[in-house]
């Protein structure tokens, strides 16, 4: 059983360019969540997804980022108009079970790191 | 509004020696607090989690933690260190029943350097 998928791990921008990210859970999982560190930082949540659905989209910026996750594929973070500001690592994590909060660890992808130039 | 703190950026332990990263938390209501490492461009790995019972916490590669209500603590804790055990380590806190899933509260992280 694969783990979350993330791809590209490596992702180099120029300021204004669009970054996209993509994120394929663990099979079976159907929730999706959002992580950005910064350096030398904590994880910072930014958007929870479940199919077709965004649930908590509170730690992401209102502006030039946003968030999907369609029935079929895997979930894309986008990043428009990207600034040095957003340079960072991107985490995504997986969990199989819905409704609230009940303690079910997430599983975390190895990551995309953006580098805007 | 929930919170973690990890008091201190660096550990550093002897290999065979006693480890200890600290951890507290703040959240409204009954919590549930995750103990995740992160080795150098890696995401993260899970260790250990509280979620009810006993308060203290067995977790993988040797790893326990204590749960102290009163204290608001989650200590991680390891009897004897291994070198491989240096990594960044993280503490995390979701409240039971939030509404959005498993919403995770991260801590700043603890680097761990442990030397032969």
């Known amino acids: 059983n694969a783990g979350v998928m993330q791809n590209p791990r490596h992702l180099v921008r120029r300021r204004g360019q669009e970054a996209r990210l993509r994120c394929s859970p663990m099979?079976?999982?159907?929730?999706v969540y959002w992580y950005r560190q910064l350096p030398e930082e904590g994880l910072k949540f930014m958007v929870y997804?479940?199919?077709?659905?965004?649930?908590?989209e509170s730690g992401m910026p209102k502006e030039r980022f946003s968030a999907e996750f369609p029935k079929e594929g895997p979930s894309i973070l986008r990043i428009q108009q990207v600034v040095r500001g957003d340079s960072a690592a991107y985490f995504c994590a997986s969990s199989p079970y819905p409704g609230q909060g009940n303690g079910r660890e997430q599983f975390f992808g190895p990551g995309t790191r953006l580098t805007v130039l | 509004a929930q919170s973690v703190a990890q008091p201190e950026d660096q550990v550093n332990v002897a290999e065979g020696n006693p480890l200890t990263v600290k951890c507290t938390y703040s959240v409204s209501g009954n919590p549930y607090l995750f103990w995740y490492v992160q080795y150098p461009n890696r995401g993260l790995q899970f260790l250990l989690k509280y979620i009810t019972g006993d308060n203290l916490v067995k977790g993988s590669y040797g790893f326990e933690a204590e749960f102290n209500k009163s204290q608001t603590s989650f200590h991680l804790k390891k009897p004897s260190a291994l070198v491989s055990d240096s990594a960044l380590y993280f503490c995390?806190?979701?409240?039971?029943?939030?509404?959005?899933?498993?919403?995770?509260?991260f801590g700043g992280g603890t680097r761990v350097l442990v030397k032969p």
């Open positions: 099979k079976g999982h159907s929730h």
């Open positions: 995390a806190v979701t409240r039971r029943g939030e509404a959005a899933g498993n919403k995770l509260t």
């Open positions: 997804l479940q199919k077709e659905n965004i649930i908590d």
